[in-house]
T-cell receptor, first 115, second 112 residues
């Protein structure tokens, strides 16, 4: 089954404790992206990657890092989480069809709480 | 990319057609209209897209006005599971892996 898998789905952590949210897709997609969703602010893009070893900042990259060492994985790293990073995070991927159809595939989301 | 305007919320009775409008009066000739939906706190799901002709798939129909300044997403027989936030997005086709910008969308509530 074609899917984008995020882990963990839920996490409560404390300020400053480094954490990684993993994202994996099994569709051989070149494009992957991270969004965060907050009440009243909608979905905002954090980082995206157009292919292996190619990453770029989205609209709200501060406080986050990403890496794309393999095509299928695109982890989101919070080196020193702060309470304002409490949010619902979504990973998304898209293949070459994305260029024409605009079709992104999203994961189920990771709800992160930073105390 | 052109901006879109959608009503914040709409109601629909189960089994009836849900018609969700979107205004995109500044759309350019090479921009497509895309629709996504997000069921409560799940990842957004692609529904349909179109340029100027009406489009239909197994999920919905997309009607784009002749001047392309507005469009309507039609769910022909809404069910309770169609309760979701619906996003209308305008984006240049063949624009590579550019960002899809989601607005606030329309919250559709389907009631029994």
């Amino acid at each position: 089954e074609a899917q984008v898998t995020q882990n963990p789905r839920y996490l409560i952590t404390v300020t400053g404790k480094k954490l990684t949210v993993t994202c994996s897709q099994n569709m051989n997609h070149e494009y992957m992206s991270w969004y965060r969703q907050d009440p009243g602010l909608g979905l905002r893009q954090i980082y995206y990657s157009m292919n292996v070893e190619v990453t770029d900042k989205g609209d709200v990259p501060e406080g986050y890092k990403v890496s794309r060492k393999e095509k299928r994985n695109f982890p989101l790293i919070l080196e020193s989480p702060s309470p304002n990073q409490t949010s619902l995070y979504f990973c998304a991927s898209g293949g070459s069809a994305l260029m024409n159809t605009g079709e992104l595939f999203f994961g189920e989301g990771s709800r992160l709480t930073v105390l | 990319d052109a901006k879109t305007t959608q009503p914040p919320s709409m109601d629909c009775a189960e089994g009836r057609a849900a018609n969700l409008p979107c205004n995109h009066s500044t759309i350019s000739g090479n921009e497509y209209v895309y629709w996504y939906r997000q069921i409560h706190s799940q990842g957004p799901q692609y529904i349909i897209h179109g340029l100027k002709n009406n489009e239909t798939n197994e999920m919905a129909s997309l009607i784009i006005t002749e001047d392309r300044k507005s469009s309507t997403l039609i769910l022909p027989h809404a069910t309770l599971r169609d309760t979701a936030v619906y996003y209308c997005i305008v984006r240049v086709a063949n624009s590579g892996y550019s960002t899809l910008t989601f607005g606030k969308g329309t919250m559709l509530l389907v009631s029994p």
